[in-house]
Each structure stands twice: as structure tokens, then as C-alpha cells.
């Protein structure tokens, strides 16, 4: 175990631990947990008093989580000194610990400061940023069907250009690279730019793909979609989606049908020569999102813009969507404004094992210490959680009397507003009543 300078490590406690690729979870898990900046200080106690209420409620007290708490953002500042946002000890802690929580963290917009959520998805190697999106029954919704919701999005979480290339306008290193590019290269970059690199690899294609269809697989989805930009971006975006192709066929292959393969059964049955047309067996059976006959995962891909306009009008033709870093980023935020907001959007980073569950919000630093804001974010990352840990009947108690809290009209302001007839809840109220509705 490492040696920890301001960590405390939990004596009632025990570790997480890998046996034959799989996670060996005791009753007594250690979990680390970053409260997290601003609306943290509000968020976490009210998160934690539902997790533990629902693992105690589920297994009559024979389980229990052992919280460990690590520090990153302005309490890290606190902890270690002046410009220590993200100490060794909370890198070591996550690794050692394997299943780790956080709320949210304040990264300054521009100013050379790399994102913290970033640097910890970096460094700890996970890959997969898994953002799930359903529909609450109650919750307010600009959609006219938000039911046909229930998406789980797999964002590749180490390249693009969220992995931090750039070089800034007018520096010495942005002139060279624009040198390098204009005079060794024969393209034309405007000489009072900024740059940045947007790689994409085969490894982080395909370890975020393979991770997509195994959940796909052991969760009984239907389908999964490769959101990309390909048309335009043809060796990053382009590859990512033909890399991803190769791999479900190459590792996969009695899992799968390809919507082009698809479409192609589909004609030779009616009799008609198969003409690969990628996104048209829908219309064979009358524009109805269409299943396998045989049970198979559907493998499709979109291009990113028009698939912004189909998780409105045809939501439930998406069941899994894989993608790049940055079009992750984009269309898990569109996705949530349809089922009541990033209050009610949980995350997760996920590498081969070490899982690091998240709100997918902002700091908020305006409300923060109020007892305002909707927890729900990070409630529902704790679901994730308690699910990785296959503690799955607590799980779903959680995400049960979340439902039955929304549906009785107990919700905090950003619910409240938009509900007629509504009970305005605190946090810490709102943690208060789904606990009381717990089952």
C-alpha cells in the first residue's frame, strides 16, 4: 500500500481486489470519494446518506461502504499548498482502491491550467467515459416521447483534441508548427493561429469499442452506433469509425450484424438482389426501428451532425453510442436537456478495471453551500457504482425512489420551476425524501 501524506485509510475497511480479470468486491469495500468544488460541498453528503441508506436497506446491514476521502481542486489547494490541484495521493489512492466517486471540479477557462477531470481520465489510463441517459417518469421534458430515451453513450476519454496538443497564437512553438506544416508539409495554416493536434489511434479505438460491446452484450442492448464525422474527417474521425467496424467483426462476429449485412438479408428475403444501403431496413419494416431477427447486435454508424437531429425524432432507434472524445462531450449534454437536465445525468471513467464515477456538471460555485441544487447527478453516478460493484439491488433501490420522489412532486428548485403543483425541496431535503422512499 502506498504511503499516504494527508489520506486517511479506513481501519473497518477492505481493498477491492482483481482475481481472473474480474473484481473481488468484499462487504466492506474501501471507496475513496473527492467531495468536490463548489456545489460538492452540498451534492456529496447528500449522495452519500442515499448510497448508504440503500446498501443498508438491501442487504440488512451485511454490507457496508467504508468512505475514504481524497482530495482534488481547491480543497487539494487546502491540503497540499499553493498550485496542488491534483496530489500523488489521490492518483496512488484511485489506483490502490480500484472504484473510486467524485463531484465536481473547477478547471479556469484558458490560462495554461489543464483540466482536472482531464488529468485524471489521462493518467489513469480510463479510456472509456460511459454516460448513460434515461427518462425519469415526472421529470419535466422538452420532448414530446422522452420515454424513448434510454441511451448509454461510450466516449473515447484519452485523445482528440481533448488530449491537450495545442500550441497558443503568437508563441515561439506555435511558429514552428505552422512552419512545419505551411513549408514541409504544403498546407496552408493562417500565421496568427493557434494549433492544436487531434489524434485518434487504433488502441483507443478499439479498447473503448470492445469495452462498448461487452456491456452491450452482457446488458441485452440491441444496438450500438458509431457517431463520427468521418466524411470530413476521414483519417481521424473516418478511421475511428472503420477501426471500430473491424474490431466488432474481428472479435465479435457472433454477436453482430452490421446494418449494411442487415439490409442485405432483408432484401434477399423479399427476393430482391441485396444493395448495401447503410440506415434503410427501417424502411423494410414500415420505418419502425427494427430489431434482428435473430437476436444479434446491430452494428451502424451516423454521421455526428445528423444524429444531434435523430436522438429527437427517432430517439429510440439509439440504444449505444460510440465515439470520439469531443463528440461524446457534445452529445451527452444534448442528450440530457431532453430528460430533465445535467441533474439528472450520471458518468463514469472506466479503464480496464479502475472505475472513477463522476457528476457530469459543473462546480457551481454561486450555490454552493446553499442546499439548492439537485444531487441527482452524482446519485446516479452512485447507482453506476453500486451496479460496477454488482451491488445491484441497492442499486436499483436508489434509482426507484429517485423515481418515486420525482413522481410525488418532492424535487429540488430546477424541478420545481418547471412542475405545476410541485414541492420545493433542499438537497439535503431531497436526499431526505428518497431515503424515505426507499423499498
Known amino acids: 500500500m502506498p504511503n499516504f501524506e494527508r489520506v486517511t485509510v479506513p481501519t473497518d475497511g477492505n481493498h477491492i481486489t482483481i482475481k481472473n480479470d474480474k473484481l473481488k468486491i468484499p462487504d466492506n469495500p474501501i471507496i475513496p470519494f473527492i467531495r468536490g468544488d463548489g456545489i460538492g460541498i452540498d451534492i456529496w453528503p447528500a449522495t452519500q446518506k442515499v448510497l448508504d441508506a440503500a446498501v443498508e436497506k438491501a442487504y440488512d446491514g451485511k454490507k457496508k461502504i467504508a468512505w475514504m476521502k481524497i482530495y482534488a481542486g481547491d480543497e487539494a489547494v487546502e491540503q497540499y499548498g499553493e498550485g496542488v490541484y491534483l496530489p500523488d495521493d489521490t492518483l496512488n489512492a484511485i489506483k490502490e482502491f480500484i472504484v473510486a466517486i467524485k463531484g465536481p471540479l473547477t478547471t479556469p477557462v484558458g490560462g495554461g491550467h489543464r483540466s482536472l477531470n482531464v488529468s485524471l481520465r489521462q493518467l489513469l489510463n480510463l479510456y472509456a467515459c460511459i454516460r448513460p441517459v434515461k427518462w425519469f417518469k415526472g421529470v419535466p421534458s422538452p420532448s414530446v416521447h422522452p ?34 506544416i505551411n513549408n514541409t508539409m504544403g498546407k496552408n495554416i493562417r500565421l496568427d493561429s493557434g494549433v492544436g493536434i487531434k489524434p485518434i489511434s487504433i488502441t483507443g479505438t478499439k479498447q473503448l469499442v470492445r469495452k462498448a460491446l461487452k456491456y452491450a452484450i452482457a446488458e441485452g442492448r440491441k444496438s450500438v452506433t458509431f457517431m463520427h464525422k468521418g466524411n470530413i474527417m476521414k483519417f481521424t474521425e473516418g478511421a475511428f469509425k472503420d477501426w471500430g467496424y473491424e474490431l466488432v467483426v474481428q472479435e465479435f462476429r457472433d454477436h453482430v450484424i452490421t446494418e449494411a449485412e442487415l439490409w442485405d438479408e432483408a432484401m434477399a428475403e423479399d427476393g430482391v438482389t441485396p444493395i448495401t444501403k447503410p440506415g434503410a431496413f427501417t424502411e423494410l419494416r414500415g420505418g419502425k426501428p427494427a430489431g434482428d431477427p435473430n437476436g444479434r447486435i446491430i452494428v451502424k454508424d451516423r454521421i455526428a451532425d445528423s444524429i444531434f437531429q435523430q436522438i429527437q425524432t427517432r430517439t429510440n432507434e439509439y440504444d449505444i453510442i460510440c465515439t470520439p472524445n469531443l463528440n461524446g462531450d457534445y452529445i451527452s449534454d444534448a442528450a440530457a436537456a431532453m430528460v430533465g437536465g445535467l441533474g439528472m445525468a450520471p458518468g463514469a471513467n472506466i479503464g480496464d478495471f479502475v472505475g472513477l464515477f463522476e457528476a457530469t456538471h459543473g462546480t457551481a460555485p454561486k450555490y454552493a453551500g446553499q442546499d439548492k441544487v439537485n444531487p441527482g447527478s452524482l446519485m446516479l453516478s452512485g447507482v453506476m457504482m453500486l451496479n460496477y460493484l454488482d451491488w445491484r439491488e441497492a442499486g436499483s433501490m436508489v434509482e426507484k425512489a429517485i423515481e418515486r420522489t420525482i413522481e410525488t412532486k418532492h424535487v429540488t428548485y430546477d424541478l420545481h420551476r418547471q412542475m405545476e403543483g410541485a414541492t420545493k425541496l433542499s438537497c439535503s431535503g431531497y436526499a431526505e425524501a428518497i431515503v424515505s422512499n426507499m423499498q
Open 147 to 180: 420515454h424513448w430515451m434510454d441511451i448509454v453513450i461510450f466516449r473515447e476519454n484519452t485523445e482528440d483534441v481533448y488530449s491537450g496538443i495545442e500550441w497558443e497564437q503568437g508563441s515561439e512553438e506555435v511558429a514552428k508548427v505552422i512552419d512545419f
